[in-house]
């Protein structure tokens, strides 16, 4: 069983920046990877950005490309989301999720982001 607890969201005007961090504690051996996706009012889930656990390679959606950076601290098993240049249709839930190799995925509560 892993716990996934999210920190760092806020209200920020547009244009600026946050940190978001996602710590990870119980079973959190053999990860795919870890990353983020967000849920707005009215909107479809949208996954934001993704580190892999082999190698480190990440993804972004094509809507935070440039803006947006994940990364990882693996001995701390916690995963990042830097966000800068945020826009007022950045504003959402964020969560952070883990993929295990077995194909299960569990995800933490969420962090408001609101840009304004």
């Known amino acids: 069983h892993v716990q996934l607890v999210e920190s760092g969201g806020g209200s920020v005007q547009a244009g600026g920046s946050l940190r978001l961090s996602c710590a990870a504690s119980?079973?959190?051996?053999?990860?795919?990877?870890m990353g983020w996706f967000r849920q707005a009012p009215g909107k479809e889930r949208e996954g934001v950005a993704a580190?892999?656990?082999?190698?480190?390679?990440?993804y972004y959606a094509d809507s935070v490309k440039g803006r947006f950076t994940t990364s990882r601290d693996n001995a701390m098993n916690t995963v990042y989301l830097q966000m800068n240049s945020l826009k007022v249709e950045d504003t959402a839930v964020y969560y952070c999720?883990?993929?295990?190799?077995?194909?299960?995925?569990?995800r933490g509560q969420g962090t408001q982001v609101t840009v304004s």
């Open positions: 999720f883990v993929i295990f190799d077995s194909g299960y995925v569990s």
């Open positions: 119980g079973a959190t051996y053999n990860t795919h990877c």
């Open positions: 580190i892999y656990t082999g190698g480190g390679a990440t």
